[in-house]
């Protein structure tokens, strides 16, 4: 069956750069989350999108913004990298009824130097 | 206090054993997710649950909605069941953004 994909699945960075992380939800899945696992950390969630419309916001750092795409893949753009930035990004998807649990991807290690 | 609390923090236990991993919220939720993170860094949902029990394989997951408590059982356990598992709310049907618990590491010893 199909899966959640990301990518990259790693990725590594200077301070002030940008990245672009992206998450291709299972197939007629219409929700896509973000969440933001540091290291030793449990994960926190970021931001939501439901049908190409942001539909909850966490706590995602104003140098961060995302979007989902007509065909409900989704970008996690980061710009002005700082070493805090540093950790595991995950994607998961689901259907909007919420009567099916959420699918996560594999996550992209992103690291910042 | 955090809003979802799990325990043990760390369980070492012999292949074979039963396992109880347990887990306390304090808010009203619309579900409960069991989830298990292995070393690389992956998360497989195991079960969602909102009332009742759950059963797959040798995992079982139970959920009292009045205490505001869940379990997650392991029969038989193996080696190959090691990672983190993770108690995870979701406060809104449809809108599930999840609330994680600080998550139990399993490691069972051969």
């Known amino acids: 069956a199909a899966g959640v994909i990301q990518s990259p699945r790693h990725l590594i960075k200077e301070k002030r750069e940008t990245a672009t992380l992206k998450c291709y939800p299972i197939?007629?899945?219409?929700?896509v989350y973000w969440y933001q696992q540091g290291p030793g950390q449990d994960p926190q969630f970021l931001i939501s999108f439901y049908e190409k419309m942001q539909s909850d916001k966490g706590s995602i750092p104003d140098r961060f913004s995302a979007q989902q795409f007509s065909d409900y893949h989704s970008e996690l753009n980061m710009s002005s990298l700082e070493l805090g930035d540093s950790a595991l990004y995950f994607c998961?998807?689901?259907?909007?009824?919420?009567?099916?649990?959420?699918?996560f991807g594999p996550g992209t290690r992103l690291t910042v130097l | 206090k955090n809003e979802v609390e799990q325990s043990p923090q760390n369980l070492t236990a012999q292949e074979g054993e039963f396992i109880t991993i347990n887990c306390s919220y304090s808010v009203g939720i619309s579900a409960l997710h069991w989830l298990q993170q292995h070393p690389g860094g992956g998360i497989v949902s195991l079960f969602m649950?909102?009332?009742g029990k759950k059963k797959h394989g040798r995992l079982i997951a139970t959920i009292n909605i009045q205490e505001k408590h869940s379990s997650l059982h392991i029969t038989a356990s193996h080696p190959r069941d090691s990672a983190v598992y993770i108690c995870a709310v979701g406060l809104n049907f449809g809108n599930e953004k999840l609330t994680f618990g600080t998550g139990t590491r399993l490691t069972i010893i051969p």
């Open positions: 998961a998807s689901s259907v909007w009824t919420g009567k099916d649990t959420q699918y």
């Open positions: 649950l909102s009332s």
């Open positions: 197939p007629r899945h219409d929700t």
